[in-house]
């Protein structure tokens, strides 16, 4: 069955970095995009960035250009979130998330904090 498993996340104090990964098995990781998601207290639930299945095209939320990146590895069935100048308005829980055929898949979510 597909299994998507977040980690990577934590306290960090504002300015800081984190990298988020998510590993998938279950389906041909390499086929299908990937999105990563965050839900902060009281909010719904935001798209933050996506990438294709080659990795070739990316797009973002823009509270988060210029400071987000995603990335994939293939060969890993793994994609990443590479967060810099975290503010503590990206506190949330981060997800990420697919679509295989008509099916959608989450995973259990990492906490990421930022605070001082």
């Known amino acids: 069955q597909v299994r998507l498993v977040e980690s990577g996340g934590g306290l960090v104090q504002p300015g800081g970095s984190l990298r988020l990964s998510c590993v998938a098995s279950g389906f041909t990781f390499s086929s299908y995009a990937m999105t990563w998601y965050r839900q902060a207290p009281g909010k719904e639930r935001e798209l933050v960035a996506r990438?294709?299945?080659?990795?070739?095209?990316?797009n973002y939320a823009d509270s988060v250009k210029g400071r987000f990146t995603i990335s994939r590895d293939n060969a890993k069935n793994t994609v990443y979130l590479q967060m810099n100048s975290l503010k503590p308005e990206d506190t949330a829980v981060y997800y990420c998330?697919?679509?295989?055929?008509?099916?959608?898949?989450w995973g259990q979510g990492t906490q990421v904090t930022v605070s001082s």
């Open positions: 998330r697919t679509v295989v055929v008509t099916a959608t898949y």
């Open positions: 990438i294709t299945s080659a990795g070739g095209s990316t």
